[in-house]
């Protein structure tokens, strides 16, 4: 029996690489899966590239109350049901020290990766079916600090705190939340980053975030993807709370 049989699936975040990849696992594995995000022509096209009569889309702004209840009645007007949220919407900011970050920049973040991310957990909760599975994305930068970039860290830390109020809250319910947190994925968000660590010298910056990764190398999406399906799957029935940490070796040192 295939892993998410009979499962529905939402995944904030959709149309990115993260959020496409575990699309094709989970329908891989038998799910039904509604993809979100802020655009609906990256909707349309992640739906197509899919190619599966399972999965539709809502497009939504995550930080607003409503669009995030819709996409909700969405899911369960097209499945029937939810069992699975990947709360995995997310933006980088820009790359400035404290004394020189925007304020506006640092609003919008937080808005999208700790507001949305609280959001997405009030409203999925509320028409989850007992026994279902929560995985946020958070970051190696939701367990370690790194400078320039203080309002990604301060959100991706704030994601912690949400799933760790979640897990207990939803526990009696056998709803586990749990977090991921990968290192440097190779994708988007690490092209901008890199530009913005070193502008003009974007791959020289890649080659020394790499130097710092004992495994050499940033991750793939799919490695990450994998990550959350086994977190949505049954396979992780006695695993809740907890801080999933996915960075090549990152983090111990």
Known sequence: MKRLENKVAIITGGAGSIGKVT????????????????????????????????????????????????????????????????????IEGVVKPITEYPEEMFDKVIAVNVKGAWLGAKYVLAQMNDGGSIINTSSVAGINGSPNVSAYITSKHAVVGIMRAVAVEAA???????????????????????????????????????????????????????????????????????????DGGLSVQ
Do not use: C, W
């Not at 889309?57 to 995550?62: E, K, L, P, Q």
């Open 23 to 90: 699309a094709r696992l989970f329908l891989d594995e038998g799910a039904k899966v509604m993809l979100v995000d802020l655009k609906e022509d990256a909707l349309q096209q992640a739906v197509e590239e899919l190619g599966s009569e399972n999965v539709q889309y809502s497009a939504a702004d995550v930080s607003s109350s409503e669009d995030v209840q819709r996409y909700v009645e969405a899911t369960v007007n097209a499945f029937g049901k939810i069992d699975v949220f990947f709360n995995n919407a997310g």
């Open 172 to 246: 009696p319910r056998k709803i586990r939340v749990n977090s991921v947190h990968p290192s440097p994925v190779d994708n988007r968000m690490m092209r901008s980053l890199e530009e913005g660590f070193a502008p003009g010298q974007a791959e020289a910056a890649k080659k020394e975030l790499e130097k710092t990764i004992p495994l050499g190398r940033y991750a793939d999406p799919e490695e990450i993807a994998k990550l959350v399906l086994f977190l949505a799957s049954d396979d992780s029935q006695f695993i809740t709370g907890t801080t999933q940490i996915i």
